[in-house]
């Protein structure tokens, strides 16, 4: 178990200093960790606590403790959210103390301008491969499809399309 608990550390602690953009953008390397190289879950498992943890309040990155969790238990959940949140808080604090003091620099807007793709391809991403594990279900496509389009196109609430795919959920699946 000293064993599992210390790769959780090492993966988690990476994934906490690429995290650039948000939680969601290390989705893929979360998955790609936990389900191809080290076989403690499936996709299908991933998704399905991906979904669990978008569905619950608080932080984007629920998934986190929960991936802990599945993998070692109470120790796993400590381990991963330890690793995954404490170092990139300690960063965050000292480079926002500075941060501020460039903000007529050039070369800070040029930062963030060349970050923004970035977050959005990892975005992306994270939406491909969370969608792909979920894919087996013809149902469950139909409804991301309807989902997103009435998010998209006619500005559904976001708490209201949760709401309708739960519901749906419940009853259709």
């Known amino acids: 178990m000293g064993a599992v608990l210390l790769t959780l550390a090492i993966i988690f602690t990476q994934l906490s200093l690429i995290a650039f953009g948000g939680g969601n953008t290390i989705l893929p390397e979360m998955q790609r960790q936990v ?4 076989h403690w879950m499936t996709a299908q498992e991933f998704s399905a606590l991906f979904a669990m943890a978008q569905a619950a309040p ?21 381990v991963t959210s330890t690793a995954k949140f404490l170092p990139s808080s300690i960063i965050t604090v000292f480079v926002m103390r500075g941060w501020s ?25 994270s939406a491909w491969i969370i969608s792909e594990a979920a894919a087996i279900n013809t149902l469950l496509v139909i409804m991301v499809v309807i989902a997103t389009l009435l998010s998209l196109i006619k500005k559904v609430h976001p708490l209201h399309v949760l709401i309708a795919g739960a519901v749906f959920g419940v009853v259709l699946l």
């Not at 932080?59 to 599945?70: A, E, F, K, Q, T």
């Open 58 to 78: 608080g932080p984007n990155m629920m998934i986190v403790p929960l991936v802990g969790w599945h993998v070692a238990g109470l120790s796993g959940l400590l």
């Open 35 to 38: 389900v191809d190289i080290h």
């Open 101 to 125: 003091k460039f903000k007529d620099k050039k070369w800070r807007r040029v930062l963030q301008l060349a970050l923004q793709p970035v977050t959005v391809g990892t975005v992306l991403a």
